[in-house]
């Protein structure tokens, strides 16, 4: 295992996993909204975010923390390992909520040195719409990828002590 997307809807604990594997094995860890986000929360153009996952790619060992549907075969075709966070809404609703309550109030910048505002959670564009729509679509697509062949191996993790002890098990770097 060198090479590993965590993929999941939002909420799910994504960015904390990919952090804590990389903690645990070594391997490097690439949050994605860093290449995604610029400043002033301005969406860096598709085909610079693709350059940007694809240099990141090319390398040896990386532990991505999401992978966007408009970029999804640069990794997917050098993956290893493909961690599928497929927890309940409830629980991903909760996390989504404590942590933007959180990061709100304390300010706390999340990539680039964007700031999430409770406010925002609440417009159309927000994450808990984002969290909605997508949520369907992501774990049905976990479990497609589970059937195909093509794919690198899917591990689909539904409840947070599953997370946990797959992370124990890992061999420590």
Avoid at 136 to 161: H, I, T
Wanted: charged share 25%; with cysteine.
């Amino acid at each position: 295992m060198r090479r590993v997307v965590v993929y999941g809807v939002t909420g799910s604990g994504k960015s904390t996993l990919a952090a804590a594997i990389s903690a645990r094995t070594g391997l490097p860890y690439v949050a994605v909204d860093d290449l995604t986000w610029e400043p002033g929360w301005v969406q860096v153009p598709v085909a610079v975010q693709r350059e940007r996952i694809a240099a990141v790619c090319a390398g040896d060992a990386w532990v991505l923390d999401s992978a966007y549907l408009s970029w999804l075969d640069v990794p997917m075709a050098r993956a290893d390992l493909v961690v599928g966070l497929d927890l309940s809404r409830a629980v991903c609703l909760w996390r989504l909520l404590r942590r933007t309550v959180h990061r709100s109030v304390t300010r706390t910048p999340v990539c680039n040195g964007n700031v999430e505002s409770v406010r925002e959670l609440f417009t159309r564009d927000s994450l808990l719409v984002q969290q909605f729509r997508s949520l369907p679509r992501k774990r049905a697509r976990l479990r497609a990828w589970q059937r195909d062949p093509a794919m690198p191996p899917v591990l689909v993790l539904r409840r947070p002590r599953a997370v946990r002890a797959w992370l124990d098990s890992l061999p420590p770097s």
